[in-house]
């Protein structure tokens, strides 16, 4: 498996005769979203380069090979310098494993990976191209690793206009469940239908995708409570880290730069010992209250203390709602009230307006063990109404060692919280005088990880399932089981 950085406690250097010195094709990915139609498009263009890295120096006497040339920038027809935060002239610690062994059912993968859950049966809480996804990300791994694509069951939930649109995810499905029309808040944001029908048609696992219910704490909860598992990370994690509010404190608290904001210099009482123990950070209400602005008049004095212009943000918003730009003192009450009645009763702060700034993330994955991983990056500066238009995989605007930087951040973070599964850290960079800050965290599987599944040659969904239902490792989801990372 091709991956970023980051590795956790239980890694080990593995076995084998020593680092790959093969040849490996990379792929340049750009996933264009359309937010009229929700169509998706993928591209790939195909490049060589020499080998992976690791971020250790490769000693040439060793029999490894040395450094590749330096190419220049250029990611068509030449060997590309830099991959989405490190640089291709170091060499990835990869263990070859031969492919002598044979699973037939999820119980012998369990066994044989050191896993401790069967999952047989999983409930898709969600609808359109996120259900097709997630169907095919899953059998076809099903059918790489057990020759048999339904070796696990897909329940899903269907509305009567899914129903009138003949929508392809129904007929992929093993069983549907019809729930009401409407809103969201009728079907697949409805936390209690969600467990209703899970407990009803008895899966062991759910999967909320993104969007509708797949951001709400309670879901994981309550699902936990009924001894049925959430394939994303738990109700804590996904608060501390979803929440725009916590997570910056968060973030302040490692230590990760932050624009200036109405919580600015706000950190917890925590230390790495603490997570050498096995204990997660969690942010206090008390602490929480003080990043937050309790109505138009206090975000007015925030915005003062912080400079014009600003950001007037509402900590549960996303897709575009719950954000204004603030230039002046003169529409501030006016933009203030626009954002409380796009998300009714969500927390609202202040940040500082980045201007010419690269919106770029960190794609993490991590598991129950302690352990998290980045694979590589990619830039959503292209956007409209502040959604994400086009995702350009990997990350190259920034140089090579700061990318790095935000990838060891973007992994502290995630075992600072005992992150499990697929989450995104977002960035802001500035390509000027090259820096970079903390904007938040996305605790779910993003629309446009294809980019990632590209270059980083991982199926994501499989991944999700393997270390949050599986209960395996990091360093044993493989595309393919011939390699594991180290």
């Known amino acids: 498996m091709a991956s970023g950085y980051g590795s956790g406690p239980g890694s080990g250097s593995g076995s084998g005769s020593g680092p790959n010195k093969e ?85 012998e993968y369990v066994r044989r990976f050191g896993g401790n859950k069967v999952i047989n049966k999983v409930l898709i809480a969600n609808n359109g191209i996120a259900a097709v996804k997630c169907m095919r990300s899953i059998r076809r791994w099903s059918y790489e690793m057990f020759k048999n694509e339904r070796a696990i069951k897909f329940v899903v939930m269907v509305t009567p206009e899914d129903l009138r649109a003949n929508a392809e995810y129904i007929k992929m499905a093993d069983q549907y469940i019809p729930v009401p029309g409407g809103t969201n808040n009728n079907n697949y944001a409805n936390v209690d239908l969600i467990v209703d029908i899970a407990r009803r048609t008895q899966v062991q696992a759910v999967w909320a995708g993104w969007g509708h219910a797949s951001e709400n704490p309670k879901l994981p909860e309550i699902l936990h409570k009924n001894n049925i598992i959430f394939i994303g990370p738990p109700a804590e994690a996904m608060w501390a880290l979803g929440d725009k509010i916590a997570s910056s404190i968060v973030a302040q608290t490692a230590n990760v730069p932050t624009l200036p904001w109405s919580g600015s210099g706000l950190t917890v009482d925590w230390n790495e010992d603490q997570l050498q123990a096995g204990r997660h950070i969690t942010v206090p209400d008390s602490t929480y209250q003080q990043g937050c602005v309790k109505d138009a008049d206090d975000g007015l004095n925030a915005a003062r203390k912080i400079g014009f212009p600003v950001m007037i943000k509402a900590s549960e918003g996303g897709g575009g709602k719950g954000i204004r730009k603030a230039e002046s003192e003169i529409d501030f009450h006016n933009l203030f009230r626009q954002v409380e009645s796009e998300v009714p009763g969500s927390p609202v702060f202040i940040m500082k307006l980045a201007k010419k700034a690269r919106h770029l993330e960190v794609q993490l994955l991590a598991d129950i063990y302690g352990n998290a991983i980045s694979l590589f990056g990619r830039d959503c500066s292209i956007q409209r109404r502040h959604q994400k238009i086009i995702e350009e995989a990997p990350a190259t605007i920034s140089e090579p060692e700061l990318f790095e930087q935000m990838e060891k951040c973007a992994v502290k973070l995630a075992k600072m919280v005992g992150y499990i599964s697929a989450g995104t850290v977002e960035y802001l960079y500035n390509a000027k005088d090259e820096t970079f800050n903390f904007l938040e965290l996305n605790p779910r599987l993003q629309v446009e990880h294809p980019c990632t599944e590209m270059v980083a040659d991982v199926n994501l969904p499989a991944a999700q399932l393997q270390v949050c239902a599986l209960y395996c490792s990091v360093h044993q989801v493989s595309p393919n089981v011939e390699f594991v990372v180290s």
Do not use: Q
């Open 23 to 107: 040849a490996c094709e990379d792929k340049v990915a750009t996933f264009m979203l359309d937010s009229d139609s929700d169509s998706l498009a993928s591209h790939s263009r195909n490049s060589s380069i020499a080998s992976m890295t690791s971020f250790d120096n490769i000693d040439a006497a060793s029999g490894s090979p040395g450094p590749l040339p330096d190419v220049g920038r250029s990611m068509s027809g030449e060997e590309i310098k830099r991959m989405s935060g490190y640089r291709l002239n170091r060499l990835s610690h990869r263990t070859h494993i031969p492919k002598d062994f044979t699973v037939a059912t999820p119980e």
